[in-house]
Nanobody
Framework: QVQLVESGGGLVQAGGSLRLSCAAS????????MGWFRQAPGKEREFVAG????????DYADSVKGRFTISRDNAKNTMYLRMNSLKPEDTAVYYC????????????????WGQGTQVTVSS
């Protein structure tokens, strides 16, 4: 069993910054990748960023490239998402996720999910 718990969401003004954290638990936790997805009201869930657990290669959605930075601390089983230059369009529930499928950082159908944390960006 893998449990993922997000934290760090909140209300931020446009142009501000926020850092999300995701703590993973489970003795057998050894994913291929961890990452972040988000879902805005009335929209489909979308991939935001992913990182390989070993090696650390990353992938970002075009909409956040250059503004968001994903990182992880393997020893702490913790992943982070630093969000800069936030826009109202970034408002969404952000979900931490982990994927056990090896070979590529997928953009859908990940294996494990957190409960989500709300990020609201005001204008």
């Amino acid at each position: 069993q893998v449990q993922l718990v997000e934290s760090g969401g909140g209300l931020v003004q446009a142009g501000g910054s926020l850092r999300l954290s995701c703590a993973a638990s489970g003795r057998t936790f050894r994913p291929y990748a961890m990452g972040w997805f988000r879902q805005a009201p009335g929209k489909e869930r979308e991939f935001v960023a992913g990182i390989r657990w070993s090696g650390g290669s990353t992938d970002y959605a075009d909409s956040v490239k250059g503004r968001f930075t994903i990182s992880r601390d393997n020893a702490k089983n913790t992943m982070y998402l630093r969000m800069n230059s936030l826009k109202p369009e970034d408002t969404a529930v952000y979900y931490c996720a982990a994927d056990g499928v090896y070979g590529t950082i997928r953009r859908e159908n990940w294996d494990y999910w957190g409960q989500g944390t709300q990020v609201t960006v005001s204008s």
